[in-house]
């Protein structure tokens, strides 16, 4: 049976020297896979230099990955090595893999990263019962209220307000990676404050292509025409272009078609996305407010878009207004 390991925990056993030879990360999350990754680092070498490989099937073979694991060191060195989707692995490799973690190379250490959701298979299965499982998947909403702690006071910022945490998560929650991105952005534009209030961080956060692209597709979503044509043409011709929207838009509205089909029906999480959480979370409410026809209409005239601005045949700001204007229209 598989095990479920907090990262946490696993971080915190990393951070006490309590190292294991195999760990296995599942999750699509790119900032915790390199956290997790860069604390094991830093306590198997410490200040010596870091020798580590990244391993990978589908560039070297999946027999040459097993071989590599398996070398022998004259020097007995401490190696890490990173494989990347172990799902790769063919064969009576699969058998090896399995059995070389069950007794893996004293000297070597060694992180197997699944970015997909759910262990589909039984090879993936038995990693998950043998070693456990370290959920690296971007965190929810109220797990990302530490993370925004976190990220402001490295940069030397405390005291944020819980309103405006909940507003950071909603604009940039789509990742750890983006959300410390942006916070690192916004606390370098207040550096030369020493504190800085409320409702000056709020004003900024407003005026941020992240949150204005969160806010463009809830006011969609929500059929509000005018709103929508005001952040939209604010987007294009300021912070963005409309070819940058085209993938968005057209998930948005693809994920509204699905929430129409199979209303009421679980769906598969998906591993990555364009949208933020809180935009995902709404789609079955923003769903109400089209019509099938709607919905299919708005993802035809997308495509037409994309055509007539590689081709040079409208500009951003004509082809958002057309868009926004014919898809939140009711008639």
Same mark, same amino acid.
Request: hydrophobic share 35%.
């Given at each position: ?12 056993? !990393? ?18 896979? #390199?956290?997790?990754?860069?604390? *094991?680092?830093?306590? *198997?070498? /410490? ?7 990244? %391993? ?12 590599? *694991? ?14 990347? +989707? ?15 973690? !069950? ?16 262990? /589909? ?28 702690? /976190? ?30 991105? @942006? ?11 020493? @504190? ?5 961080? #709020? +004003? ?70 364009? !949208?933020?959480?809180?935009? !995902?979370?709404? %789609? ?17 005239? *997308? ?13 951003? @700001? ?14």
């Amino acid at each position: 049976m598989t095990k479920n390991i907090d990262f946490s925990q696993a971080f915190v056993s !990393l951070s006490n020297s309590n190292i294991k030879p195999v760990y296995f990360l599942v999750g699509s999350d790119q900032f915790l896979q #390199d956290y997790f990754i860069n604390e *094991l680092e830093s306590c *198997l070498f /410490k200040n010596q230099p870091i020798d580590k490989a990244v %391993l990978m099937a589908d560039d070297i073979g999946s027999k040459e990955v097993v071989n590599k *694991l398996n070398e022998s060191d004259l020097f007995s060195s401490k190696k890490l090595f990173i494989l990347r +989707n172990p799902n790769s692995l063919r064969g009576k490799t699969r058998e090896e893999f399995i059995d070389y973690c !069950l007794n893996p190379n004293t000297q070597h250490y060694l992180v197997i990263v699944y970015e997909e959701f759910g262990l /589909k298979n039984k090879f993936l299965k038995t990693l998950g019962t043998n070693h456990g499982v370290i959920s690296v998947s971007t965190p929810f909403e109220n797990e990302m209220v530490k993370w925004v702690k /976190k990220f402001f006071e490295q940069n030397g910022v405390r005291n944020i307000s819980g309103k405006l945490t909940k507003k950071i998560i909603e604009a940039y929650g789509d990742s750890l990676f983006s959300l410390k991105n @942006e916070i690192d952005k916004l606390s370098l534009s207040f550096s030369g404050d020493s @504190e800085f209030t409320d409702d000056e961080l #709020d +004003n900024f956060i407003s005026t941020t292509r992240g949150y204005k692209k969160f806010e463009l597709f809830n006011y969609l979503g929500k059929k509000e025409t005018f709103l929508s044509l005001k952040l939209g043409r604010s987007l294009v011709s300021q912070d963005s272009s409309m070819l940058e929207l085209l993938k968005p838009l057209n998930e948005f509205y693809q994920e509204l078609l699905f929430a129409k089909i199979f209303s009421g029906t679980n769906q598969a999480k998906k591993s990555f996305s364009l !949208l933020a959480p809180s935009i !995902l979370r709404q %789609l079955p409410m923003y769903a109400n407010n089209y019509s099938g026809k709607e919905i299919v209409s708005a993802l035809k005239r *997308l495509g037409k878009i994309d055509k007539q601005i590689k081709s040079s045949q409208i500009d951003d @700001e004509s082809a958002i207004t057309e868009f926004i204007f014919s898809a939140t229209s009711d008639g």
